[in-house]
């Protein structure tokens, strides 16, 4: 039969041959366009069905989550902004007076949520020459109260003006902190947008070495990208699809990053056909033919390992899953059907200057790649032992990381008024003032509840008004409030928590239930440990299983996911020396390690499918041993690539004024670096040099015969090279 792979047949007509026929071409394009056109004005609005309030993080069974829900039967949902003031020689009586004025001004106000009359204060911190006051400012929640907060505190920052004349005035608490957050979120979208955009188009221009062809993967992918948001936007406004500001912050990246990948490897065994074959729509259909199921199975798998996200208690991680594999399907539909026809309808010219003719040499058979496996090819054993020691000492600064959850002070890379607030809050009043425990209990057992709250380790007694009659009833129900000693996100207030739940559980028929912000913290921190636990394994089981279907093996899916979790270990260490003793970051948070797996394993697989497929390509024609020089030959350069895009749109998390989405990229690109330039290209490749035709166990491409040494052809007795005369 002829060898297709030269270009001596023509592709059999399939899906590939329709995507870049020579007229179906034209109509893959125009409903792309349709598609784009329709999903434009759905994609803007996807920030008004975003749903960042307490709920849609919290695990669902959580106990905070439930008082949560049963409190809003007691009274509105309110949210409490406290503002400070302090000079610290005393407030005088021009200072007293102007707080006065500031808590008239605020009752007055009306709008955003804020509910005059309410208003609690001023509360000295001493009845004699005091120093500091607060002043309470509860902000009404309901469904659109999170995107009313920030404007609310900027009215009441416009009524009580800023720190002056040695008078120190700042808004914290829950609600300016919320602001805070806010306002570090508001732009999230528009900034990630740009910042990955400019990122893939300086990555595709150093990779192509083409100002021409860089358009159309970004063509492609900024459809794909408003494509995706319309569909989210769509199930989460007409199927309870739960979408926050991270799911659809890490949507832009994954689609980005994911869609340039794909159109990387697709363009590099293009660009291959193109030099075997003189038709672009043949050369494309074959590229299609061939590199389509690795690009198919990658995105397989990073959908797959998304919805594994579904099984997470946190509502946060288990929201991400489906927007994050929506985002991934539908990068991977552009790239397979609107990409590959751009590029046909263009022609070879995309490519100018380099642009690919009919017979011009492949330059990757003898470029660094090629150069670099050879090399390990010399001494495979030694190579990928030295690699994995190398590694597993990286792996050793897990014993910095210290992730336990990182407090708001702790949380901006820069230092906004609510954290200074605070600071100066916890120097006057109790630290936990402004954001109290929440106790909710059945109404004849409240005063003995109250009582046990009072005495417990880490709360303030005064600060509890025992019932009956001095706190909220509903339904025979009692709503209990208790201020705590120590800051509301310090590790101190999380115990304080569990010594009063397991105090008031043990109250007899009272059925007590205790939230609160510090509960939430408390709880999202073990429904986060629990994801850890359950998740990475799943994700691990499901790469696992993508790997052996695709290449019919045993060993090789094996031997790739240990490179994945060594790999994985390594990032993680490095990151963690990284943030003490470069960035200087307090901690990270009990997500961090999950987040960062699930993206290093879901989205670096990609790498081991690229690769492991293309060698196993060519070791069904030439041997694995040849197979596994050739494959790195053809891929490690468009891997390196990929690599570098990817970990560049994950960096550009780092335009984010937030430590974990810093942490997040910066982590998530260090590790498709490692595994791009080492683990990929150095330790899969000696691995499988070293474990030959094995590696395909318990296909029958393990039973391959070795290759014989090559020597030298012994000459023949008698012939020219032994000087004697000439047979015949």
Same mark, same amino acid.
């Not at 492991?612 to 390509?617: G, K, P, V």
């Not at 937030?658 to 590790?671: Q, R, Y």
């Not at 040494?709 to 008698?718: F, I, L, S, T």
């Given at each position: 039969?002829?060898?297709?792979?030269?270009?001596?047949?023509?592709?059999?007509?399939?899906?590939?041959?329709?995507?870049?026929?020579?007229?179906?071409?034209?109509?893959?394009?125009?409903?792309?366009?349709?598609?784009?056109?329709?999903?434009?004005?759905?994609?803007?609005?996807?920030?008004?069905?975003?749903?960042?309030?307490?709920?849609?993080?919290?695990?669902?069974?959580?106990?905070? @989550?439930?008082?949560?829900?049963?409190?809003?039967?007691?009274?509105?949902?309110?949210?409490?902004?406290?503002?400070?003031?302090?000079?610290?020689?005393?407030?005088?009586?021009?200072?007293?007076?102007?707080?006065?004025?500031?808590?008239?001004?605020?009752?007055?106000?009306?709008?955003?949520?804020?509910?005059?009359?309410?208003?609690?204060?001023?509360?000295?911190?001493?009845?004699?020459?005091?120093?500091?006051?607060?002043?309470?400012?509860?902000?009404?929640?309901?469904?659109?109260?999170?995107?009313?907060?920030?404007?609310?505190?900027?009215?009441?920052?416009?009524?009580?003006?800023?720190?002056?004349?040695?008078?120190?005035?700042?808004? @914290?608490?829950?609600?300016?902190?919320?602001?805070?957050?806010?306002?570090?979120?508001?732009?999230?979208?528009?900034?990630?947008?740009?910042?990955?955009?400019?990122?893939?188009?300086?990555?595709?221009?150093?990779?192509?070495?083409?100002?021409?062809?860089?358009?159309?993967?970004?063509?492609?992918?900024?459809?794909?990208?408003?494509?995706?948001?319309?569909?989210?936007?769509?199930?989460?406004?007409?199927?309870?699809?739960?979408?926050?500001?991270?799911?659809?912050?890490?949507?832009?990246?994954?689609?980005?990053?994911?869609?340039?990948?794909?159109?990387?490897?697709?363009?590099?065994?293009?660009?291959?056909?193109?030099?075997?074959?003189?038709?672009?729509?043949?050369?494309?259909?074959?590229?299609?033919?061939?590199?389509?199921?690795?690009?198919?199975?990658?995105?397989?798998?990073?959908?797959?390992?998304?919805?594994?996200?579904?099984?997470?208690?946190?509502?946060?991680?288990?929201?991400?899953?489906?927007?994050?594999?929506?985002?991934?399907?539908?990068?991977?539909?552009?790239?397979?059907?609107?990409?590959?026809?751009?590029? +046909?309808?263009?022609?070879?010219?995309?490519?100018?200057?380099?642009?690919?003719?009919?017979?011009?040499?492949?330059?990757?058979?003898?470029?660094?790649?090629?150069?670099?496996?050879?090399?390990?090819?010399?001494?495979?054993?030694?190579?990928?032992?030295?690699?994995?020691?190398?590694?597993?000492?990286?792996?050793?600064?897990? @014993?910095?990381?210290?992730?336990?959850?990182?407090s708001n002070a702790d949380s901006f890379t820069g230092k906004p008024d609510s954290i200074a607030g605070q600071q100066v809050q916890g120097r006057y009043f109790p630290a936990g003032s402004g954001d109290p425990l929440v106790i909710i209990t059945?109404?004849?057992?409240?005063?003995?509840?109250?009582?046990? +709250?009072? +005495?417990?380790?880490?709360?303030?007694?005064?600060?509890?008004?025992?019932?009956?009659g001095t706190a909220p009833e509903h339904n025979g129900r009692v709503l209990i409030e208790a201020t705590m000693t120590d800051r509301a996100d310090s590790a101190a207030a999380k115990d304080t928590v569990e010594r009063v739940r397991d105090a008031?559980?043990?109250?007899?028929?009272?059925?007590?239930?205790?939230?609160?912000?510090?509960?939430?913290?408390?709880?999202?921190?073990?429904?986060?440990?629990?994801?850890?636990?359950?998740?990475?394994?799943?994700?691990?089981?499901?790469?696992?299983?993508?790997?052996?279907?695709?290449?019919?093996?045993?060993?090789?899916?094996?031997?790739?996911?240990?490179?994945?979790?060594?790999?994985?270990?390594?990032?993680?260490?490095?990151?963690?020396?990284?943030?003490?003793?470069?960035?200087?970051?307090?901690?990270?948070?009990?997500?961090?390690?999950?987040?960062?797996?699930?993206?290093?394993?879901?989205?670096?697989?990609?790498?081991?499918?690229?690769?492991?497929?293309?060698?196993?390509?060519?070791?069904?024609?030439?041997? @694995?041993?040849?197979?596994?020089?050739?494959?790195?030959?053809?891929?490690?350069?468009?891997?390196?690539?990929?690599?570098?895009?990817?970990?560049?749109?994950?960096?550009?998390?780092?335009?984010?004024?937030?430590?974990?989405?810093?942490?997040?990229?910066?982590?998530?690109?260090?590790?498709?670096?490692?595994?791009?330039?080492?683990?990929?290209?150095?330790?899969?490749?000696?691995?499988?040099?070293?474990?030959?035709?094995?590696?395909?166990?318990?296909?029958?491409?393990?039973?391959?015969?070795?290759?014989?040494?090559?020597?030298?052809?012994?000459?023949?007795?008698?012939?020219?090279?032994?000087?004697?005369?000439?047979?015949?």
């Open positions: 039969m002829p060898d297709a792979h030269r270009g001596q047949v023509r592709p059999q007509k399939g899906v590939a041959h329709l995507v870049c026929g020579r007229r179906s071409k034209w109509v893959v394009v125009a409903l792309w366009l349709v598609v784009i056109f329709l999903a434009a004005p759905l994609a803007q609005k996807l920030a008004d069905v975003q749903d960042n309030d307490a709920a849609s993080w919290l695990p669902g069974s959580a106990e905070s @989550t439930q008082v949560l829900a049963e409190s809003e039967e007691f009274r509105p949902e309110v949210i409490p902004a406290v503002v400070v003031y302090a000079r610290e020689s005393g407030l005088t009586a021009a200072d007293q007076a102007r707080i006065a004025d500031d808590v008239a001004a605020i009752n007055g106000l009306r709008d955003h949520g804020l509910r005059g009359n309410e208003v609690r204060g001023p509360v000295y911190d001493r009845p004699d020459n005091p120093r500091a006051a607060e002043v309470f400012v509860p902000i009404t929640m309901d469904e659109k109260g999170w995107e009313r907060i920030a404007p609310a505190v900027d009215s009441v920052r416009d009524e009580t003006g800023t720190s002056q004349s040695g008078l120190a005035v700042h808004i @914290t608490g829950p609600g300016g902190t919320a602001a805070d957050f806010s306002e570090a979120f508001e732009g999230i979208d528009s900034t990630l947008l740009f910042a990955a955009l400019a990122v893939v188009i300086v990555m595709l221009l150093i990779t192509f070495r083409s100002p021409t062809l860089l358009l159309v993967p970004v063509i492609a992918v900024v459809g794909a990208l408003i494509a995706a948001q319309a569909v989210i936007y769509l199930l989460a406004k007409h199927a309870d699809l739960t979408v926050n500001g991270q799911s659809a912050g890490i949507l832009t990246v994954l689609v980005f990053g994911a869609g340039t990948d794909y159109a990387l490897l697709l363009v590099a065994r293009y660009r291959e056909e193109l030099r075997r074959h003189e038709d672009r729509h043949e050369a494309m259909a074959l590229a299609l033919h061939r590199a389509g199921p690795a690009v198919l199975a990658s995105g397989a798998t990073v959908v797959l390992g998304m919805l594994v996200l579904l099984a997470a208690e946190m509502n946060s991680t288990s929201g991400l899953g489906p927007v994050a594999a929506i985002g991934v399907a539908v990068a991977l539909l552009a790239m397979i059907t609107l990409f590959p026809a751009l590029l +046909v309808i263009f022609g070879r010219w995309i490519f100018w200057p380099a642009i690919p003719h009919l017979g011009s040499p492949e330059p990757n058979e003898r470029g660094f790649w090629a150069r670099t496996g050879q090399s390990i090819a010399r001494r495979p054993r030694k190579t990928w032992v030295v690699t994995t020691l190398v590694l597993a000492a990286f792996a050793f600064g897990l @014993t910095q990381l210290r992730a336990a959850g990182i059945n109404t004849p057992q409240a005063r003995q509840v109250g009582e046990t +709250v009072a +005495v417990t380790s880490g709360v303030v007694p005064q600060s509890i008004a025992v019932p009956p008031v559980h043990a109250v007899p028929d009272a059925d007590a239930r205790v939230g609160g912000g510090t509960a939430a913290l408390l709880d999202m921190d073990a429904a986060t440990t629990h994801d850890n636990y359950l998740i990475i394994p799943l994700v691990l089981a499901v790469v696992l299983l993508v790997l052996i279907v695709l290449l019919r093996s045993l060993i090789a899916p094996l031997l790739l996911i240990a490179t994945v979790v060594l790999s994985f270990a390594a990032a993680l260490g490095l990151s963690a020396l990284a943030f003490r003793y470069i960035f200087d970051y307090a901690g990270e948070s009990t997500d961090f390690p999950l987040f960062v797996f699930v993206f290093l394993v879901a989205l670096g697989i990609d790498y081991n499918i690229f690769l492991s497929t293309r060698i196993r390509e060519e070791a069904g024609r030439q041997g @694995t041993r040849a197979g596994v020089l050739t494959g790195l030959a053809a891929t490690g350069a468009v891997i390196t690539s990929a690599g570098l895009v990817l970990a560049g749109t994950f960096a550009a998390l780092g335009t984010l004024p937030m430590v974990a989405f810093a942490e997040i990229g910066f982590a998530v690109a260090l590790g498709v670096l490692l595994d791009t330039l080492v683990v990929r290209s150095v330790l899969v490749t000696s691995l499988f040099l070293d474990v030959g035709p094995k590696v395909w166990w318990p296909h029958r491409m393990s039973r391959e015969e070795p290759e014989p040494p090559q020597r030298e052809p012994e000459p023949v007795a008698g012939g020219p090279a032994s000087g004697g005369p000439t047979a015949g």
